[in-house]
């Protein structure tokens, strides 16, 4: 543990990890942030369920930072820290309460990345 580098490159992994149980904990918040049954098949599609949601979440919030910064005026204010610390794992923008109407038919208002 002599090495700096090494303990900065944990620290940061540590971050890392912390900022994923706190995306987490934001998107789980029923039954206080617990699987609350004893039935695997249960806890099971819980599980999956929050990793379907936060997959989702971190696809929008990547599609959205893209769109952002595909502008050239957003593009020149970054530095090479700011790009460095950016992540999707973002969730101050999402309301976790309330009634969310889906509509399979309409798309998000964010433009299609070309392939």
């Known amino acids: 543990m002599h090495s700096l580098e090494l303990r900065q490159e944990i620290n940061e992994g540590l971050n890392v990890v912390e900022n994923w149980n706190s995306a987490n904990s934001f ?5 206080g942030g617990e699987i ?7 806890q099971e599609l819980a599980v999956l369920s929050l990793h379907l949601l936060q997959i989702s979440l971190v696809y929008i919030n990547t599609l ?6 595909s502008q050239p005026e957003w593009m020149k204010s970054m530095k090479q820290e700011d790009l460095r610390a950016l992540s999707p794992l973002i969730w101050g923008h999402v309301n976790p309460y309330g009634t969310f109407k889906l509509d399979m038919d309409e798309r998000l208002p ?6």
């Open 36 to 42: 609350a049954t004893n039935r695997l098949e249960d």
């Open 110 to 115: 964010i433009e299609s990345v070309a392939a």
């Open 27 to 31: 998107i789980f918040y029923g039954k």
């Open 64 to 69: 959205m930072i893209q769109q952002v910064l």
